[in-house]
């Protein structure tokens, strides 16, 4: 079956024949729709703030329910999918789904987001989303699920051959294809683990980086030492005795290369004191 959306109706096909469309083959919404997205248990349907999930055997068969009331699709350009999960925007920010209730993937690190999206591609696990400002927002999930911006002022995304391309000066270009490392610079949050009453002892950090690196430590706000690491390798760090407790712990990473993971392991009251 296909379907296909005009106005605040969801079409589709007899199985098996995706060049028919027959007048009475549709299922009304009750706002325009915005968009539709493959996940694994049926098919979501989006209108600003609503999103809707269509699933049965067949077209006589189907059914919708309504999985949000306040989280809908903006635009069906940011939609991107990836094993059964889709991947859009909101009017919050950006919005993940496996066919359950959708959840706002980006609030709890960059709070609630107000974004213009132009296209979205997911490539080895890695949302790209491109803003009308050319710059990138990138949800990267190899790891932790982790956010980056990328300024490579490009005016399209598109994948072909699992290769990542951008339209730059008239030109299709591949994306991160220099043997060169790039400079950048990178500050973390405020880590508390999610008790920012509670002293923690940050014992260890451990980072492996590539390149030149300059790493700097802070607890509660002040600095506990800076590192710098040239070679290709595991590295791990202990702060001074004398400043290793604190209630958060935050890191500012920059220089030519690249971090492919930084973990830290805080370790907290057992007296209650």
């Avoid at 096909?13 to 919404?29: K, L, M, R």
């Avoid at 002293?199 to 451990?206: D, E, G, I, L, Q």
Wanted: proline share 4%.
């Amino acid at each position: 079956m296909l379907f296909g959306a005009v106005g605040s109706k969801l079409y589709f096909t007899p199985i098996g024949f995706p060049n028919a469309w027959p007048g009475d083959y549709f299922i009304e919404c009750v706002e325009t729709i915005t968009g539709i997205a493959v996940v694994a248990n049926g098919l979501l349907v989006f209108t600003k703030l609503r999103t809707l999930i269509v699933s049965g055997t067949g077209p006589t068969s189907l059914s919708k329910a309504t999985l949000s009331m306040s989280q809908g699709c903006i635009s069906h350009d940011s939609i991107a999918n990836i094993d059964g999960s889709a991947y859009w925007v909101s009017t919050d920010g950006i919005c993940g789904s496996n066919g359950n209730v959708p959840v706002v993937l980006s609030k709890d690190k960059l709070g609630k987001l107000k974004l213009d999206p132009v296209k979205a591609v997911m490539l080895d696990q890695v949302y790209y989303l491109l803003l009308a400002n050319r710059s990138i927002l990138a949800l990267d999930f190899r790891y932790l699920p982790v956010f980056k911006e990328l300024n490579l002022s490009v005016d399209m995304l598109h994948v072909g051959d699992d290769t990542l391309y951008g339209w730059y000066d008239g030109v299709d270009r591949e994306l991160f294809a220099a043997q060169t490392f790039e400079s950048f610079k990178y500050l973390s949050p405020k880590l508390s683990d999610g008790r920012v009453s509670e002293k923690k002892v940050y014992k260890k950090v451990y980072i492996y980086s590539k390149g030149v690196i300059e790493l700097k430590m802070y607890i509660e706000d002040k600095l506990v030492g800076a590192y710098n690491f040239s070679t290709q390798d595991a590295h791990e760090i202990q702060p001074p005795q004398t400043l290793l407790r604190g209630c958060y712990i935050q890191f500012e990473i920059s220089g030519t290369g690249e971090v492919l993971e930084l973990e830290y392991v805080p370790g907290g009251r057992k007296d209650g004191s």
